[in-house]
């Protein structure tokens, strides 16, 4: 993050918001840690809230925007100390009016770990990670109105909104970034639980079909499979374990060895077995009789079975292995202990 050096003092290190009827003035902030080889504008749009990005990247190609007194580019690294001077800006006069800086509500998540460098949480499902795309906020916005105190606060990887499970935040950008680079190399131990409609077989332990994300009729996002030699699909890779078999669903241990949009939701669909509660994939008349509690008298299902229950990592600062475990939400655990058990096949007679 940063400090400021001329100008009102904010919390968490932020330019002080121009209002309207205010006069901008140049401010100069210093380069901690937090913002520590972050691209300039990434760093002003940050520091700017309300200010429109096309604004932004104006007054860094006219060089308004200085770093250690010198012109810079928009893909410009900062480094610890370095001076950036940030010109005059007004907030959008629009945005105010629509409400589009309102901030997100202050909300608490359960943790399952935190020290100094990064804080492990069990995200519900229904909550999206961020903002965006018709979501005003997510975890983020939110656990930064919780602990105003903190000087930085960044998602290190995402689940989706109908996912719950366990959902790593960065508290220093050296955390963030040792981070992000395991879960790129796949160096990550992640479990998912997800219960699926019908009986998985139990020799179907690999899925390596493509995935191609597209935008709906819509705007949605979403995937499809697609053929291997597809120009426009990417290899993906899904490994399942069965966990338990049910009457007519199956509760599998899923490993993903790609990171795709939508990866473990799409690969169990085309093997012809949808998650359960899944609204954008899965058997919505299935998902209408679960919700109303018609599927399994007594229990009223309303949500996508997937939970991220396991995660495995090296702790960024000690290199320690850390594993940790995020118990099944309650009302997963309550459908489960519901579902009637799959009968065994009779022995045969002598």
């Known amino acids: 993050m940063v400090l400021p050096i001329i100008g009102a003092k904010t919390r968490?290190?932020?330019?002080?918001?121009?209002?309207?009827?205010?006069?901008?003035?140049?401010?100069?902030?210093?380069?901690?840690?937090?913002?520590?080889?972050?691209?300039?504008?990434?760093?002003?749009?940050?520091?700017?809230?309300?200010v429109p990005k096309t604004h932004v990247y104006r007054v860094i190609r006219s060089g308004?925007?200085?770093?250690?007194?010198?012109?810079?580019?928009?893909?410009?690294?900062?480094?610890?100390g370095d001076e950036v001077r940030v010109p005059p800006v007004r907030t959008s006069e629009h945005s105010a009016e629509r409400g589009d800086d309102t901030p997100a509500p202050a909300r608490e998540f359960p943790i399952v770990y935190e020290d100094e460098h990064l804080i492990a949480l069990d995200k519900p499902a229904g909550v999206a990670v961020h903002g965006g795309s018709?979501?005003?906020?997510?975890?983020?916005?939110?656990l930064r109105q919780a602990r105003p105190e903190a000087k930085f606060l960044e998602l290190v990887h995402r689940l989706d909104k109908e996912t719950s499970g366990l959902l790593l935040i960065a508290k220093k950008r050296s955390a963030l970034l040792a981070l992000q680079e395991q879960f790129r190399q796949r160096e990550t131990g992640k479990t998912y639980s997800a219960l699926v409609l019908g009986t998985w077989p139990a020799s179907k332990k690999v899925i390596d079909v493509a995935l191609h994300k597209f935008l709906s009729t819509e705007g949605e996002r979403r995937v499809r499979a697609v053929d291997a030699d597809d120009a426009d699909g990417r290899r993906s890779i899904t490994l399942v374990k069965v966990a338990q078999v049910f009457a007519d669903f199956t509760l599998l241990d899923v490993t993903i060895k790609t990171g795709r949009t939508h990866q473990i939701r799409v690969h169990l669909l085309h093997e012809g077995h949808a998650i359960a509660g899944d609204d954008k994939y899965g058997d919505f008349a299935a998902n209408r009789a679960l919700a109303r509690g018609e599927a399994i008298p007594g229990v009223r299902f309303g949500?996508?079975?997937?939970?991220?229950?396991?995660?495995?990592?090296?702790?960024p600062a000690t290199g320690e292995v850390i594993e940790l475990q995020a118990p099944l939400p309650a009302e997963c655990a309550a459908l489960l202990h519901a579902l009637k058990p799959r009968p065994t096949a009779a022995a045969p007679k002598p």
Not at 134 to 142: M, P, R
């Open 12 to 50: 968490r290190g932020t330019a002080p918001a121009a209002s309207p009827a205010s006069v901008p003035t140049v401010s100069r902030v210093l380069v901690d840690e937090g913002s520590e080889g972050q691209r300039l504008d990434n760093f002003l749009l940050k520091l700017l809230k309300g």
């Open 64 to 80: 308004e925007v200085r770093v250690n007194k010198g012109r810079a580019a928009a893909d410009t690294r900062l480094l610890l």
């Open 134 to 142: 018709g979501v005003s906020f997510g975890v983020i916005e939110q």
């Open 303 to 315: 949500r996508m079975f997937l939970h991220a229950r396991r995660l495995q990592f090296q702790h």
